[in-house]
């Protein structure tokens, strides 16, 4: 499962960012999410979608504010963010998840290089 991050950016607080993660190769048999890790802070589970797009799990941090999707004929999984925070600048990763304990987990996979996104005013 090799996945490919991008759409990060810079952006004021407030703004709005679209992610897409992109596989070469049907994923639509995999719960994909979103992870991130801030400067100095241990990498977190945001978003996790399920193969076929009707279940999703979001972390309090972003719940009511990102929204994660998933387009199986593009093999693309997408996290929409919208009243962006500072505390939202982090390295953005995706990766194939599941739900431990009530956190969202990277269950299978390696990690992609991630996208930046920096939020500041």
């Known amino acids: 499962l090799q996945l490919v991050e991008s759409g990060g950016g810079s952006m004021q607080p407030g703004g709005s960012l679209t992610l897409s993660c992109a596989s070469r190769l049907s994923v639509d048999f995999a719960a994909i999410g979103w992870f991130r890790q801030a400067p100095g802070k241990e990498r977190e589970g945001g978003a996790c979608?399920?193969?076929?797009?009707?279940?999703?799990n979001y972390a309090d941090a972003v719940k009511d504010r990102f929204t994660i999707s998933r387009d199986n004929a593009k093999n693309t999984v997408y996290l929409q963010m919208d009243r962006l925070k500072l505390e939202d600048t982090a390295v953005y990763y995706c990766a194939a998840c599941t739900v431990e304990d009530g956190m969202i987990v990277k269950n299978f996979g390696p990690w992609g290089q991630g996208t930046q996104v920096t939020v500041s005013s």
């Open positions: 979608v399920g193969g076929s797009g009707g279940w999703k």
